[in-house]
């Protein structure tokens, strides 16, 4: 048993000596700190501003995130269709019901469109109140959507057709086709997106139909990369946000590409201005604006030199605060920088008369609090913080014995007993308890009885041959005593590998990979402890041999997939388990090993995760107890190579 701490001659409780301290030190803080009161509302009006100006950039980040990562989304969502990889017309319901739920549902989405590596194209179109394409092609009242292809006619000529869909997305009309000279393969969204094999945005540019300033994200189809779906996104809804979230009524914002060009402007006028200077290539030339707007050459300027974070410039007797935050949470607008400019002024005057009026009390109250937690922390830290090492050597199943705690203080004596017990039963109980496993479920945040969540995992199953056979001819002491050294090795052997071994089952191992610790490489670690295992367990079996001892070949099953993992049990025992036909799958394929004369099985699903890590032999498919469907079966071997079977 470790020393208890010894309680001293005189000790009180903490609210004794906490009433005293603050007594004593309320006595001696007598006078107002008006000097001090003011500083601080100062500061508080200067983190206004910068609270205010972080706002406005989280908003203009968050509406920049939400008008293209979704739409981002939704064009990898179309390049990874199976409809989307054949050039129309074939699949064309499939091809227009998709692309139709886009344009209707998505703000903020001018069209979407997918063009192919022999020339054909298709795009949707909304037809909403506001969209520009309805005037260009004259479509009907009753139109929510137009649908536009470009196919070859008989002689393989280009023919574009136009058709009006209803608010259900039904063709209500059909435009006559007609001939056409444009050929996706040209554009720049089809070339950079196929160059990259990856999802790409262009620069800003103006759309010939409609005149619409627009960025295109694209992205190659995941099965056929000369297939690229796209999508046309406004940027005068950029602009249009920029001015309702402004921070103030004389603030400015901007957004810079990549080269540091004005692209977004929160003025209308100016922003209707800007998409009008675009060039002939699309670049806008923001020289234009200079003269209607005097912070953009002073933005530029300190663009080009402090590139990010904050500054502070003065014009016309005003100070403005300016903001640069670069944009790097999406990939496709990696380089871009939203600006924000804004007089001090505007933010400054109310709360600097507010702060002084609150903060000649409270910065009294403030600075009192503080020389009392500073005194408070000179008389308890030392203990405090020995008692709180000491509860972290318990968490991290540290069960040393820490030197006695003395004070003078009864809740940390009593503390310090009770930590001092607590680690004691730990201790007790720790050795019926993986550690390994407590470990990760307190890293894993899952102590909480109710919590179960849905993983992928990747499970093993071990078995000894012929262990019941072993038993009956042996001792149970000497059975005990190779089962013991048997579980060492395979208990090494899963650590090793990152896994967590769940439970002994008799004379069998259930471990997991992925939970309750996530491992992205799961399927892999898995089969690499399977392997290790076989050669450590020959070992073991070479030992067992020579000291004329019975062996213990052993037999290994792995499964990848969904299974619910969490702690199950009743409200006062409680296990971390894994349900779900995974586990049975990992079992059943660890007793198929009779069947095939294998030692390590696996399902298609972990091979498929491997890649070709190791060598997979095709055994076929089979049914397993409790399952309906048949497994195919795997056989594993170590190396790196063809994959039979496949």
Same mark, same amino acid.
């Given at each position: 048993m470790?020393?208890?701490? *010894? ?25 107002p ?5 003011y500083?601080?509302?100062?500061k508080?009006?200067?983190?206004? @501003? ?10 203009? @980040? ?8 979704d ?6 969502i ?8 054949t ?7 499939e ?5 139709f ?9 001018d069209? @979407? ?18 969209s ?10 009753d139109?929510h ?7 070859p ?8 057709r136009?058709?009006?869909l209803?608010?259900?997305?039904k063709?209500?009309? /059909?435009?006559?086709?007609?001939? *056409? ?9 089809y ?11 262009? +620069? ?12 295109? /994200? ?10 690229v ?8 809804? =950029?602009?249009?946000?920029?001015t309702k979230?402004? $921070? ?6 901007y957004?810079?590409?990549? %080269? ?7 003025e ?12 002939a290539?699309g670049?806008?030339d923001?020289k234009?604006?200079l ?6 050459p ?6 080009a +030199? ?28 990696? !380089?871009?920088? =939203? ?13 600097? %008369?507010?702060?002084r009026?609150e903060?000649?009390?409270?910065? !009294?109250?403030l600075?009192?609090?503080l ?18 090492? &000491? ?17 003078? @203080? ?14 004691t ?15 990760r $479920? ?13 993983e992928?995992v990747?499970v093993? #199953?071990t078995d000894?041959?012929?262990?019941? *056979?072993i ?27 990152g896994g967590t071994i769940?439970q002994? =089952? ?15 490489d799961?399927a ?8 290790a ?6 070992? #073991?079996?070479a ?13 290994? !099953?792995?499964?990848t997939g ?7 049990g009743?409200?006062?025992?409680l296990?971390?388990?894994?349900? !779900?036909d ?7 394929l ?10 390590i ?6 091979? &498929? ?6 060598? #997979? &032999?095709?055994?076929?498919?089979t *049914? ?7 497994v195919?079966? #795997?056989a594993?071997?170590a190396?790196v ?6």
């Amino acid at each position: 048993m470790p020393e208890q701490p *010894t309680r001293p001659a005189w000790t009180r409780p903490l609210r004794v000596h906490l009433s005293v301290l603050l007594v004593a030190l309320l006595l001696l803080v007598t006078l107002p700190q008006i000097w001090l009161s003011y500083q601080h509302g100062r500061k508080a009006a200067d983190d206004a @501003i910068d609270v205010a100006m972080a706002a406005l950039s989280d908003q203009i @980040i968050d509406h920049y995130r939400l008008t293209f990562s979704d739409k981002l989304t939704l064009v990898q969502i179309g390049s990874a269709l199976e409809s989307m990889r054949t050039a129309p017309p074939a699949d064309l319901d499939e091809k227009r019901s998709y692309l139709f739920e886009v344009v209707t549902r998505s703000r903020k989405l001018d069209s @979407i469109f997918a063009g192919y590596p022999e020339g054909r194209f298709m795009r949707m179109v909304g037809l909403g109140a506001d969209s520009a394409w309805r005037g260009p092609l004259n479509a009907p009242e009753d139109a929510h959507a137009a649908m536009q292809t470009v196919v070859p006619n008989a002689e393989g000529e280009p023919q574009s057709r136009w058709t009006f869909l209803d608010a259900t997305g039904k063709p209500v009309s /059909v435009r006559k086709a007609e001939p *056409t000279d444009y050929d996706p393969r040209q554009s720049d969204w089809y070339k950079q997106a196929v160059a990259a094999g990856a999802s790409v945005a262009t +620069k800003p540019y103006r759309m010939a139909a409609t005149g619409q300033y627009v960025k295109t /994200v694209a992205d190659p189809h995941a099965e056929s990369p000369g297939v690229v779906v796209a999508a046309d996104i406004p940027l005068a809804a =950029i602009g249009a946000f920029l001015t309702k979230e402004r $921070i103030s009524t004389r603030s400015e914002t901007y957004v810079f590409d990549d %080269e540091g060009r004005l692209v977004v402007h929160s003025e209308p006028e100016l922003m209707a201005a800007l998409m009008a200077s675009a060039r002939a290539d699309g670049t806008p030339d923001g020289k234009a604006l200079l003269e209607h707007d005097p912070l953009l050459p002073i933005v530029e300027k300190q663009l080009a +030199k402090v590139g990010s974070g904050q500054a502070h410039f003065s014009l016309a007797g005003q100070t403005y605060e300016l903001m640069f935050v670069p944009i790097s949470f999406l990939s496709v607008l990696e !380089g871009y920088t =939203i600006a924000v400019a804004a007089p001090q002024s505007d933010f400054t005057r109310e709360i600097e %008369e507010e702060l002084r009026r609150e903060l000649t009390i409270a910065g !009294g109250i403030l600075v009192a609090g503080l020389l009392l937690a500073l005194f408070l922390s000179r008389a308890i830290t030392r203990r405090l913080a020995q008692l709180t090492a &000491e509860a972290l050597r318990i968490k991290d199943l540290d069960f040393s014995d820490p030197p006695p705690v003395r004070s003078r @203080i009864s809740e940390i004596v009593s503390l310090a007993s009770a930590i001092g017990a607590a680690r004691t039963a730990i201790r007790s109980f720790g050795h019926y308890v993986p550690k390994e496993l407590v470990n990760r $479920i307190i890293a894993s945040g899952l102590f909480d009885k109710t919590q179960a969540r849905r993983e992928e995992v990747t499970v093993l #199953f071990t078995d000894g041959k012929d262990f019941t *056979t072993i038993s009956e001819a042996l001792e149970p002491e000497e059975v005990v005593d190779m089962l013991s050294s048997y579980f060492e090795v395979i208990n090494a052997g899963v650590e090793a590998h990152g896994g967590t071994i769940i439970q002994f =089952i008799g004379d069998a191992v259930y471990a997991m990979w992925n939970a309750p610790s996530p491992d992205p490489d799961h399927a892999v670690n898995a089969c690499r402890c399977a392997l290790a295992l076989e050669q450590s367990i020959d070992v #073991f079996n070479a030992a067992q041999r020579a000291a004329g001892k019975p062996e213990l070949p052993t037999r290994f !099953g792995l499964h990848t997939g969904a299974a619910v993992v969490g702690n199950v049990g009743a409200r006062d025992r409680l296990q971390y388990t894994g349900i !779900g036909d995974t586990i049975n799958v990992a079992s059943r394929l660890e007793g198929l090993n009779k069947t095939f004369g294998t030692s390590i099985l696996t399902s298609r699903e972990t091979r &498929e995760r491997c890649g070709e890590a190791f060598f #997979f &032999e095709a055994k076929g498919e089979t *049914t397993v107890k409790g399952r309906s469907r048949p497994v195919e079966v #795997f056989a594993l071997s170590a190396g790196v190579g063809p994959v039979p079977g496949d």
